[in-house]
């Protein structure tokens, strides 16, 4: 099931890698983008019972948002729709591996020269779960790829890609950027 996951998933994660690292983290307006995207994606996720992640690491991640949000003085991220998930499978997938592409565009923040923007790395430092991630991994490459608890598991994650984008995207709309920073 891993390697169903990861192929058939690939387009959507491209376009959602593409759109989180194309943001300048060493900036206010691109910190503050990614920071308000995730705050608004986590907070719409109302997770599925069971499996390595759900409602503890979600109130961890936006706790530690909310405070790097107050740092940068940001405002409100965007209200999204809530997304009931009932596979914990896909949420898995989607949230621990969540947090090991944080640990790599945590490399590009800690670049940034501005104190205010370094001492808003709370989401960032967060530990990136390789423990769970390498179970959740094991596991998956026992399950069977095939059948209608696989395809609903693809198909959960993939509404968990699209939500992350609609997140970024909202994000992007309802801030702007001075015309001398980058967001990206």
């Known amino acids: 099931m891993r390697q169903r996951l990861r192929a058939d998933l690939a387009p959507s994660h491209e376009r959602l890698d593409r759109f989180f690292s194309d943001l300048d983290l060493a900036t206010r307006p691109g910190l503050t983008l990614f920071l308000r995207a995730h705050r608004a994606?986590?907070?719409?996720?109302?997770?599925?019972?069971?499996?390595r992640t759900?409602?503890?690491?979600?109130d961890r991640m936006i706790a530690a948002i909310d405070t790097d949000l107050a740092r940068l003085e940001a405002p409100a991220p965007p209200r999204l729709a809530p997304l009931v998930l009932h596979r914990h499978n896909a949420q898995d997938y989607v949230?621990?591996?969540?947090?090991?592409?944080?640990?790599?565009?945590r490399?590009?923040?800690q670049a940034a020269t501005d104190p205010g923007l370094l001492a808003a790395g709370a989401y960032l430092s967060l530990p990136p779960l390789t423990d769970q991630w390498r179970g959740f991994c094991d596991e998956a490459g026992a399950r069977g790829a095939d059948g209608t608890d696989a395809d609903?598991?693809?198909?959960e994650a993939e509404r968990l890609f699209e939500l992350f984008l609609s997140a970024g995207h909202a994000a992007?709309?309802?801030?702007?950027?001075?015309?001398?920073?980058r967001i990206a």
């Open 41 to 51: 994606a986590f907070a719409a996720i109302r997770p599925a019972p069971g499996g």
């Open 54 to 58: 759900g409602r503890p690491l979600l």
């Open 95 to 105: 949230l621990l591996g969540s947090r090991l592409g944080s640990q790599l565009l």
């Open 107 to 109: 490399r590009r923040w």
């Open 152 to 155: 609903a598991d693809l198909a």
């Open 172 to 181: 992007r709309r309802s801030i702007s950027a001075p015309k001398n920073e």
